[in-house]
């Protein structure tokens, strides 16, 4: 497939139907026509000359089709939001999130009680800001925890602009909670909130190699080995925790963001929604 517009080969061969097509060739295809005018109707013209069984059946199907269109009821309103709802987030996702804000809740409860056995000078919040919105992002591809999943991740859509969607989804239900949760600890919001959004674009970046739910699962294990582990053994802030730290969780953060940007292509592969 071009950058602009398909080939003539995958067009005719899909419009024939024929078996040999790579999964990942359909599955491009399918999501460049839903936005591509201009392939839509060469695949029309396609299907008419190399599939004309299959364009007689069309119009026949049609035919009898139009006539009904113009008393078919309507989607109410409240199912139309709920169709729209869903291209932001799922019904698994729910849970995952809420538990997230309990997180941050319960942490700061062990601030403000001043329970903070193991963990030394390092603010709760500091220790899971990070993370939060990954395990959120994990969770709405799962493929374990989604039972819509396979129907999903074979859409036309599922790319960059439906990762995008639940990622911002994720951020917008466990920022404002880590906000009122720094803010009462007296954590600087760029100390917890650029780490935070580093690892979620750094999960996007990987997640168009491996995929996304393992891409989270190897940042959250880093998490864990490099900062948590040796924040409970010395009892102390380390370094990707303090303020002299907040550059090199700028670079991090700018180059998730121009890896995503520079791979979204990636994302209308299969592979990518793992």
Do not use: K, N
């Not at 169709?83 to 799922?90: E, G, K, N, P």
């Not at 970046?205 to 409970?232: D, E, F, H, I, K």
């Not at 890896?259 to 990636?266: P, T």
């Amino acid at each position: 497939m071009s950058v602009e517009h398909a080939s003539t080969r995958l067009v005719d061969a899909y419009a024939r139907g024929d078996a040999d097509i790579a999964a990942d060739e359909v599955w491009a295809l399918e999501a460049h026509l839903e936005r591509c005018g201009t392939c839509r109707e060469r695949l029309s013209a396609a299907v008419t000359s190399e599939a004309p069984a299959v364009a007689s059946l069309v119009g026949t199907v049609w035919s009898e089709l139009e006539p009904r269109l113009a008393t078919a009821v309507t989607m109410p309103p409240g199912r139309r939001r709920t169709a729209a709802r869903s291209a932001w987030m799922t019904p698994v996702m729910v849970p995952w999130l809420a538990a997230a804000a309990c997180v941050v809740l319960i942490a700061l409860l062990l601030e403000v009680a001043g329970f903070r056995a193991g963990f030394g000078e390092a603010p709760l919040v500091l220790l899971f800001a990070p993370v939060l919105p990954v395990c959120g992002v994990a969770a709405s591809w799962s493929r374990g925890l989604d039972p819509a999943y396979e129907l999903t991740a074979s859409a036309p859509r599922a790319g960059l602009y439906l990762v995008l969607r639940r990622t911002a989804a994720v951020l917008a239900v466990v920022v404002p909670p880590l906000l009122v949760g720094g803010w009462a600890t007296g954590v600087a919001a760029g100390q917890w909130l650029l780490p935070c959004l580093a690892f979620t674009s750094t999960a996007l970046a990987l997640g168009t190699v491996v995929g996304v739910s393992r891409a989270c699962a190897v940042l959250v294990a880093v998490w864990v080995a490099v900062v948590l582990a040796p924040t409970l053994a010395t009892s102390r802030i380390t370094f990707a925790l303090q303020t002299d730290g907040l550059p090199v969780w700028g670079l991090v953060l700018a180059l998730g963001v121009g890896v995503v940007a520079a791979r979204r292509g990636a994302y209308s592969v299969l592979s990518t929604h793992r």
